[in-house]
């Protein structure tokens, strides 16, 4: 298979992917382009595997959608994409660790400004030397 070809499938495995998630979790484009700083026709161009996404935009999306990194090439993914797969998961999850990606998830739910920083308090406290 061409190299272009399996770029291609690839972006279209990612795109359903991150629409499929974006429905379970109820989410328009809009809210998810807002959410991400861009427009609602990038997430189309995205999610339609037209445009391509870098491993930081990946890692956004993670955490908006509350997964880790690796779930947009999870299952489905063909034997072909395998190696291509494993290779962008690696290097997504190498960015955080499953742990900081569940600190994140939690932290995303707190959502009174003044338990945010209450919490942000806590753990500049903590880190301290």
């Known amino acids: 298979m061409?190299?272009?070809?399996?770029?291609?499938?690839?972006?279209?495995h990612l795109g359903e992917r991150m629409r499929n998630r974006r429905?379970?979790?109820?989410?328009s484009q809009e809210a998810v382009?807002?959410?991400l700083g861009i427009s609602y026709q990038q997430v189309q161009k995205y999610e339609k595997g037209v445009s391509s996404f870098s491993v930081e935009?990946?890692?956004q999306l993670a955490t908006i959608m509350d997964v880790g990194?690796?779930?947009?090439?999870?299952?489905g993914v063909s034997a072909d994409l395998q190696p291509?797969?494993?290779?962008?998961r690696g290097r997504a999850e190498t960015l955080l660790t499953e742990a900081e990606w569940r600190w994140i998830r939690l932290f995303?739910?707190?959502?009174?400004?003044?338990?945010?920083?209450a919490f942000m308090a806590l753990l500049k406290a903590l880190a301290r030397p």
């Open 69 to 75: 990194p690796g779930y947009f090439l999870g299952a």
């Open 33 to 35: 382009a807002e959410r």
């Open 108 to 117: 995303r739910r707190v959502r009174r400004p003044s338990q945010r920083a």
């Open 2 to 12: 061409a190299v272009r070809e399996h770029n291609l499938r690839l972006r279209k």
């Open 23 to 27: 429905r379970a979790l109820g989410l």
């Open 84 to 88: 291509a797969a494993r290779k962008v």
């Open 57 to 59: 935009r990946l890692t």
